[in-house]
């Protein structure tokens, strides 16, 4: 294995890439669960492991927090029980993260005299993140959080997951080889293949990166664009998102002037011009320029575009070619405003 990254925010730090790729590997050697052959780990200033200088803590003294795959809960303990047994572990001077503050973030404050087995699969995901942020941790590891879990529990547990580094300021880790679950929560993404990192880099940039497309999506590529609300709703009935000097219009959310949305928008859902349409349903029309030209020698082509920000438009072969689109020729970006993905905060919603 040959990874190095670094993040310097308390926000999500994603690990992405296929089963195999070293994921868990990595995770497995922040918490001190594995040792590595050679290297460096530093969480917060604090030196967790250095092979050249013989420094190897051991788990219980690096303040991580993990959550596994699969909860794994104490069965014969109730749910209050369960979220106190590592805090209690935890030195008092240590302790930032109040107990009431986790229950009410999780909203398990129903659940606290049940026992594991009375409990959705959901219901044992939120208990163990809270057991894990009961601890105080210095950082949160989570492997794979979801992965056991149906699309409607997932559904139930991931707007946690989203609030968490906020809350409480913690860094999270976070391992998943599904994109949808990263381009929810994560602010930074690393990307791994074979042991090693291909690329690391804020979520929004590496999805502008054309060596990174097909990898980072595929049929469901696309761009991530960070906005500010100006109004939601504005005159005209739509949420108002500002990112630079431009305005996207989409349907109504609930948030307030000046909170942060980070928005999706998919390639296949963004529509290219030679010229301002005329009358259209398009709610959104951005002038641009051509910025990078993806043919594969298939059904589509995908085209990158300058608006400000890099926007991803995929075309069919016959379009592209009747449009003759060369890099750096001006062109008019199109979207409708049902086709934009978005939501509060970090969380991004379909609506």
């Not at 310097?8 to 890439?17: M, Q």
């Not at 590891?141 to 580094?165: G, H, N, Q, T, Y």
Request: glycine share 10%; charged share 20%.
């Amino acid at each position: 294995m040959n990874a190095v990254f670094q993040s310097d925010d308390s926000g999500v730090t994603a690990l992405y890439g296929p089963s195999g790729a070293g994921k868990t590997s990595i995770v497995n050697m922040v918490a001190g669960l594995s040792r590595p052959d050679a290297g460096r780990i530093t969480v917060n200033g604090l030196c967790l492991f250095d092979a050249a200088k013989g420094i190897d803590l051991p788990p219980e003294r690096r303040r991580i927090g993990y959550v596994f795959q699969d909860g794994r809960l104490l069965p014969h303990l109730s749910v209050r029980a369960n979220l106190t047994y590592g805090m209690r572990l935890t030195p008092a001077v240590q302790r930032f993260v109040k107990f009431d503050a986790v229950v009410e973030l999780l909203g398990i404050g129903h659940l606290l005299t049940r026992r594991p087995a009375r409990l959705s699969g959901g219901e044992k995901q939120r208990v163990a993140i809270g057991r894990a942020l009961l601890t105080s941790p210095a950082m949160l590891l989570m492997d794979e959080p979801l992965a056991s879990l149906d699309a409607a529990r997932k559904a139930e547990v991931m707007p946690f997951i989203a609030r968490l580094s906020q809350e409480f300021a913690i860094p999270i880790l976070y391992v998943s080889h599904a994109l949808d679950e990263i381009l929810n929560l994560a602010d930074h993404m690393v990307v791994m293949e074979k042991g090693r990192v291909l690329a690391h880099d804020r979520l929004e940039d590496l999805l502008a990166r054309p060596e990174l497309h097909t990898r980072l999506g595929g049929d469901d590529s696309g761009a991530v664009i960070p906005t500010v609300v100006e109004a939601s709703p504005a005159a005209d009935g739509l949420a108002h998102l500002r990112f630079g000097a431009r305005i996207l219009k989409v349907a109504p959310i609930t948030a307030a002037a000046g909170d942060t949305v980070r928005v999706r928008i998919p390639a296949r859902n963004v529509a290219i011009a030679m010229a301002p349409p005329g009358r259209t349903s398009f709610q959104n029309v951005f002038a641009g320029q051509v910025d990078t030209i993806l043919d594969s020698g298939g059904y589509y082509v995908d085209v990158r575009l300058d608006i400000g920000v890099p926007l991803w438009s995929r075309i069919t072969r016959d379009s592209f070619q009747e449009l003759g689109l060369e890099s750096g020729q001006p062109v008019y970006a199109l979207i409708k405003s049902v086709a934009v993905l978005l939501g509060g905060g970090d969380l991004l919603a379909k609506v």
